[in-house]
């Protein structure tokens, strides 16, 4: 999906137009939302950085106050390679979230849920969204940040395009935020997200992380997941997997130890520890290892890693044999 906010004359008169359209109707969310008693006090953000936005470029322009905001200083001209396809004149969904990834940073996609987004806005976290801001038949897409709202007075306030803390009302807001499939997402430090998030969701987040090459955040973002969620048995094998890419052999292996000694049931753990004592030469201690894995979870890198260790131990030299005393 293309992102730009530059609007020809006709599209213009066309978001005019919808916009008077919807003025008289009521969104769905925003609806059901009016039901519910307000009991939070407005929100509005204070700390997010505003970067006007050049022609096209909300994409920059809206990546850069997240990432600055998460304590990555950026600036939208630093993005533009990285998220900017001058051939569709806009920013990708995709890119944004590998862009951040290489900035060692954690993005977390918020439920569709205009409730959920308010209250990321009531616990101090600003809001990435994707927009629409034309019609189904003339999208204009577009990113924006949303960094305050109000429940009582049904509204919100983005930094959008070149329009520092810009007011909508809710309904409007949802609207364009619907044409947009209700895209919007969280930006973290990975060594400091909040606890109230998805395990599963976070983990996959910091592989991509660390695959993309933000190794040692993505390290420091598995290091909070074991003290976390303890019972996530992957968030234990990504510690040690991106401390053995940093050289860190010691912290690997003490985490596998841990993992194995938590959760000594789990074949992919065991075999992980098998493997790593093989690297570091001790094929003998690597073995009962692997024979467990394989007899927990039989699969092709379980057997290959008990072939290697039986191959190690068959061709490891004797000890030598201790020297007879003299009498």
């Given at each position: 999906?293309?992102?730009?906010?530059?609007?020809?004359p006709?599209?213009?008169?066309?978001?005019?137009?919808?916009?008077?359209?919807?003025?008289?109707?009521?969104?769905?969310?925003?609806?059901?939302?009016?039901?519910?008693?307000?009991?939070?006090?407005?929100?509005?953000?204070?700390?997010?950085?505003?970067?006007?936005?050049?022609?096209?470029?909300?994409?920059?322009?809206?990546?850069?106050?997240?990432?600055?905001?998460?304590?990555?200083?950026v600036t939208?001209?630093?993005?533009?390679?990285e998220?900017?396809?001058?051939?569709?004149?806009?920013?990708?969904?995709?890119?944004?979230?590998?862009?951040?990834?290489?900035?060692?940073?954690?993005?977390?996609?918020?439920?569709?849920?205009?409730?959920?987004?308010?209250?990321?806005?009531?616990?101090?976290?600003?809001?990435?969204?994707?927009?629409?801001?034309?019609?189904?038949?003339?999208?204009?897409?577009?990113?924006?940040?949303?960094?305050?709202?109000?429940?009582?007075?049904?509204?919100?306030?983005?930094?959008?395009?070149?329009?520092?803390?810009?007011?909508?009302?809710?309904?409007?807001?949802e609207?364009?935020?619907?044409?947009?499939?209700?895209?919007?997402?969280?930006?973290?430090?990975?060594?400091?997200?909040?606890?109230?998030?998805?395990?599963?969701?976070?983990?996959?987040?910091?592989?991509?992380?660390?695959?993309?090459?933000?190794?040692?955040?993505?390290?420091?973002g598995?290091?909070?997941?074991?003290?976390?969620?303890?019972?996530?048995?992957?968030?234990?094998?990504?510690?040690?997997?991106?401390?053995?890419?940093?050289?860190?052999?010691?912290?690997?292996?003490?985490?596998?130890?841990?993992?194995?000694?938590?959760?000594?049931?789990y074949?992919?753990?065991?075999?992980?520890?098998?493997?790593?004592l093989?690297?570091?030469?001790?094929?003998?201690?690597?073995?009962?290892?692997?024979?467990?894995?394989?007899?927990?979870?039989?699969?092709?890198?379980?057997?290959?890693?008990?072939?290697?260790?039986?191959?190690?131990?068959?061709?490891?030299?004797?000890?030598?044999?201790?020297?007879?005393?003299?009498?």
């Amino acid at each position: 999906m293309v992102v730009s906010l530059f609007v020809r004359p006709l599209a213009r008169a066309m978001v005019l137009v919808s916009l008077l359209g919807l003025a008289g109707c009521v969104a769905p969310q925003t609806r059901a939302l009016r039901a519910q008693p307000v009991a939070t006090a407005p929100a509005m953000l204070q700390d997010v950085p505003f970067f006007p936005q050049a022609d096209y470029q909300c994409g920059p322009a809206a990546l850069a106050s997240m990432l600055t905001w998460s304590g990555n200083a950026v600036t939208p001209d630093k993005l533009v390679p990285e998220i900017y396809v001058p051939g569709r004149k806009g920013s990708f969904g995709v890119e944004m979230f590998a862009s951040a990834r290489r900035h060692g940073r954690l993005m977390y996609p918020l439920a569709p849920a205009l409730g959920s987004l308010l209250t990321a806005l009531e616990q101090g976290y600003p809001v990435l969204v994707l927009q629409n801001n034309g019609l189904a038949i003339y999208p204009v897409w577009h990113f924006a940040v949303v960094i305050g709202a109000d429940r009582q007075q049904e509204k919100v306030w983005l930094h959008s395009g070149r329009t520092e803390r810009l007011e909508v009302d809710f309904s409007t807001f949802e609207r364009t935020w619907a044409r947009g499939g209700y895209w919007a997402t969280l930006v973290f430090d990975p060594s400091a997200f909040p606890d109230s998030l998805d395990p599963p969701a976070v983990i996959r987040e910091l592989a991509l992380m660390e695959k993309g090459g933000a190794v040692k955040e993505a390290q420091a973002g598995f290091a909070r997941v074991v003290i976390t969620w303890p019972q996530q048995k992957t968030g234990w094998l990504g510690l040690a997997s991106s401390s053995m890419k940093l050289g860190d052999l010691k912290l690997a292996e003490s985490t596998l130890r841990e993992l194995v000694r938590r959760q000594p049931q789990y074949g992919a753990g065991l075999n992980n520890l098998a493997d790593l004592l093989l690297k570091t030469g001790r094929p003998a201690e690597a073995l009962p290892f692997a024979e467990r894995a394989v007899a927990l979870l039989d699969i092709p890198a379980t057997r290959a890693t008990l072939a290697a260790a039986h191959a190690a131990v068959a061709v490891q030299p004797e000890p030598a044999a201790e020297p007879a005393e003299a009498h």
